[in-house]
């Protein structure tokens, strides 16, 4: 998702001056809602996406069109796009220079009076019956010729306008909806609450369009929900799609796409549920009479599965839903009774799916005592009996098994191990019984027998069924008498019911710790990068002193020793030496092309050298020669997109894929440059600068998708659109030192007619290589006006890798696997670029 900074020009200025008499809490509480740190409004850049609006860019599109009021001041009418919790179209306000006195004075005046309509919690039973017998007809009119709910409708005239007590309902403003003025029309100005982005209530001077007649009100609300919030302007994009009849299958998805879409209040869905509930407001919406449905019934038995384990204690779980809730839950196992389960348990996953029974609490839980049950397979019926009487019952095979079926572990020596002169044949055993004796044989010739019942409480944790802390065994083989060369180690254990376990392996007698080592890397025959890593390890009875590396007989640098590798200590424990590695990270940037000679020379403490000669190849990579500025969006105190119920954020998503593209760039040749590595805040204008100053060969910004509606998904790609900066733009100093040169950068650099056509080339190269990398839906290349891809004067690209808010896609999202997938196409489509 793109982050798109707030500028206020001189519109924010003049509204500084206006509240500047007002409490300064008041103040800032204005300016908090106001001006949004997710949304431009001081220019038309993103509006001019080629694409449709609402499936391509839902969550960036900000349409702006300037006017002049009466008195020739500038105002901007601006429609944000739906985004749950954060801007909408009842909640933005709007920046008006108006007369500074006359602003005071009618601020103080009802801030003074207090005038914020709050919904009356507790109306009279006549009071509120009669609002919506005044209001019920031309709503069931509008609703059923357009589409839409009546339900809602009312239950928004009510929360709105406070069952039409609010100044807005009275005559002469006619606004039982909240509509704020959109620069058309005559206002009404009043104080009001409004919720930020942190759920925090604040205060604001709002604006609300008066209408002739309530009718005429009903009916602007309809426009806008059947056209779009900006369909006074031209714009075509509508967040309310989701609203309609015919797009939903009941009132409560239509709920949810108003209240993700209307306002920024975080409990707007609850609170219309709660009117619609409360006044049976689904009377009216005509053939969608939702409480007049039966619903189905539904279940699910989460566990066990079928063809389940059964331990002997089991766990039954699931959940049930019907028209009526959930009144008893019983288990049986071949027809054997397993007793009642315990009933409304808190499931608010099933209620996200099913939305419509309204049953947060549909779950249920049966502890099964199967300590009887034989071993084998059978079948388990569970029973729901809800409360009207119907009854739903699932039948699966599950299977009852050993729980503690015989089990060991020789730990040492392992096959192929190594014989000293005093090897430690040590392990476990576990079963039904407990072990009684360990016989220990080499080549079939018995040597002795293994101390059994030592203390193994790490077995014991990890199979805690078998209650046995003490399943070790352990035995000090003499093997000075055994000759040099391969043998057969066997060890029986013998458990107390009389069942045997074996274990046979095959072990050598070395010489006495004779001096061995290994080059890990690079292997014969390897490839090498920019840097390659030199390391391996020796052991020997004199320590290591020093290793050099020659390269074509020049030595090239001597790699740090000492360094811990315990597995090589326990692989080879005669030598009791876990420090045996060393390493060294070599610049291969010099190397020519080629085939070259590698020589590892090891000197030991004695003065004893040991060699390892091995061919490697320098080869020419892709990117060799190119730099690349990749800029993670959002982050520090600008999350981005916040997906799945605030638990991921975007500007992490973001920083994880960025830095897997950052070291894949790398491994071609690339030089990265990095807006920023961690979860710190870079300023949109810096982040081009950045770039500017590194004089990158290309611009890549990584971000993450969000829309209202689940179901879109995919990857889209965007190059800059040429459209230049507004006006306003060009006299904003923050972008350079004077204004000659604000004036003339744009058209002379960033404008430029073959950076816009390598921008474009670049973002269909990225995007193709990303669909075939990932297999996602794709959305194609796009263009936009975004300032990343503006103000960097280098081919400059923004990927957006797929829609958080799309449970399916948002699963890969947060995936290593699929991250990787979403670097190597990014990677790959540079390649592709540049290779050309």
């Known amino acids: 998702m793109k982050r798109l900074n707030t500028k206020k020009g001189v519109a924010s200025a003049l509204i500084f001056l206006i509240f500047s008499s007002v409490a300064p809490v008041f103040q800032n509480n204005v300016n908090a809602v106001g001006t949004s740190n997710n949304v431009d409004i001081s220019k038309n850049s993103d509006s001019s996406i ?4 609402m499936l391509d860019s839902s969550h960036l599109e900000s349409q702006v069109t300037s006017s002049s009021d009466s008195n020739n001041s500038t105002v901007v009418d601006e429609t944000v796009t739906d985004r749950a919790g954060s801007d909408s179209e009842a909640s933005v306000e709007q920046e008006m220079p108006i007369k500074e006195e006359d602003a005071n004075d009618t601020i103080q005046q009802q801030m003074n009076n207090r005038i914020f309509d709050e919904l009356d919690t507790n109306p009279s039973k006549t009071e509120a019956e009669n609002f919506i017998l005044s209001i019920v007809e031309p709503i069931k009119e509008l609703s059923s010729t357009n589409d839409l709910y009546a339900s809602i409708m009312i239950a928004q005239a009510i929360l709105e306008s406070n069952y039409g007590k609010s100044d807005l309902a009275q005559p002469g403003i006619n606004n039982l909806f909240g509509m704020k003025w959109k620069n058309i029309g005559e206002f009404h100005e009043k104080i009001t609450t409004e919720q930020d982005q942190n759920g925090n209530e604040v205060l604001v001077s709002a604006k609300f369009k008066k209408f002739d007649s309530q009718y005429s009100g009903m009916v602007y609300y309809v426009d806008r929900l ?35 879409s209307y306002a920024t209040d975080g409990k707007y869905a609850e609170k219309l549920n709660n009117l619609i509930n409360q006044y049976n407001l689904t009377q009216y919406d005509n053939d969608s009479n939702e409480s007049a449905k039966e619903l189905p019934l539904v279940n699910f038995i989460d566990s066990p599965t079928w063809n389940g384990r059964l331990t002997n204690k089991t766990n039954v779980y699931g959940w049930a839903l019907g028209s009526s809730k959930l009144k008893k839950v019983t288990a049986t196992i071949d027809g054997v009774s397993m007793g009642e389960g315990i009933i409304n348990i808190s499931r608010p996953d099933v209620d996200r799916f099913y939305p419509q029974y309204q049953n947060l609490n549909s779950g249920f839980s049966l502890d099964m005592d199967t300590s009887a049950i034989p071993v084998g397979r059978h079948t388990l019926a569970v029973q729901m009996t809800m409360e009207d009487g119907s009854i739903q019952t699932d039948r699966r095979v599950v299977e009852k098994f050993n729980e503690t079926p015989n089990i060991f572990n020789l730990d040492s020596p392992t096959w192929n191990g190594r014989l000293t002169n005093s090897t430690s044949v040590h392990g476990w055993a576990l ?61 029986q254990m013998i ?11 095959v072990v050598e007698k070395f010489p006495a710790n004779p001096t061995i080592f290994n080059i890990d890397r690079p292997t014969w025959n390897d490839q090498l990068g920019v840097s390659k ?44 030496n876990n420090n ?19 020589k590892i020379v090891m000197t030991t403490a004695d003065g004893r050298t040991y060699t390892d000669i091995r061919s490697v190849e320098k080869v020419s990579l892709p990117l060799a020669g190119k730099q690349i500025s990749l800029d993670a969006g959002h982050g520090g105190s600008d999350p981005g997109a916040v997906y799945q119920q605030n638990s991921i ?6 920083l994880e894929v960025a830095l897997k593209i950052k070291a894949k760039l790398e491994a071609q040749g690339a030089k990265v440059v990095m807006s920023r590595v961690n979860d710190t805040f870079v300023p949109l204008t810096q982040i081009a600068t950045i770039a500017n100053n590194a004089r990158s060969d290309i611009f890549v910004s990584v971000h993450h998708n969000v829309f209202s509606n689940p179901s879109v998904k995919g990857i889209e790609t965007y190059s800059y659109d040429g459209s230049g900066r507004s006006l306003a733009d060009d006299f904003n100093p923050r972008y350079e030192d004077n204004l000659a040169s604000r004036l003339i950068v744009p058209f002379a650099v960033n404008n430029n007619p073959t950076r816009i056509t390598e921008s474009s080339k670049l973002a269909n190269n990225v995007q193709d290589s990303l669909i075939a990398s990932t297999n996602a839906e794709n959305r194609r ?23 958080g808010t799309n449970p399916e896609e948002l699963a890969n999202l947060t995936t290593d696997a699929y991250q990787n997938k979403l670097a190597i196409g990014v990677t790959n489509g540079v390649k592709t670029y540049f290779n050309k």
């Open 226 to 260: 059947k056209k779009g919030p900006g369909f006074e302007s031209g714009s075509t994009w509508n967040p309310y799609i989701g609203a309609w009849k015919s797009t939903t299958s009941n009132y409560l998805e239509a709920v949810n796409c108003i209240s993700a």
């Open 781 to 803: 290349a796009k263009k936009a006006n975004f300032q990343v891809l503006r103000e960097t004067n280098m081919p400059a690209i923004l990927a957006e890798l797929g829609f």
């Open 533 to 576: 890593s030199v390391y391996g390890w020796l052991l020997s009875d004199s320590p290591l002193r020093k290793v050099e590396v020659y390269v074509n007989n020049i030595l090239v640098g001597q790699p740090s020793i000492n360094e811990s590798r315990p597995d090589v200590g326990r692989t080879y424990p005669q030598y009791s």
């Open 495 to 505: 458990m107390e019911d009389g069942s045997i376990q074996t274990d046979r392996r």
């Open 50 to 53: 080629s694409q449709n609006p």
């Open 580 to 598: 045996a590695g060393f390493s060294l990270e070599w610049d291969t940037s010099k190397l020519s092309v080629g085939r070259h000679t590698l």
């Open 431 to 491: 079963g039904t019984s407990k072990l009684k004796q360990v016989n220990i044989s080499i080549n079939n010739v018995f040597i002795g027998n293994a101390s059994i019942n030592v203390s193994r409480p790490d077995v014991n944790r990890i199979y805690p069924l078998y209650n046995n802390n003490s399943a070790g065994f352990e035995y000090k083989m003499d093997t000075s008498s055994i000759s040099v060369g391969r043998h057969t180690l066997t060890v």
């Open 649 to 654: 954020y975007e500007k992490t998503l973001n």
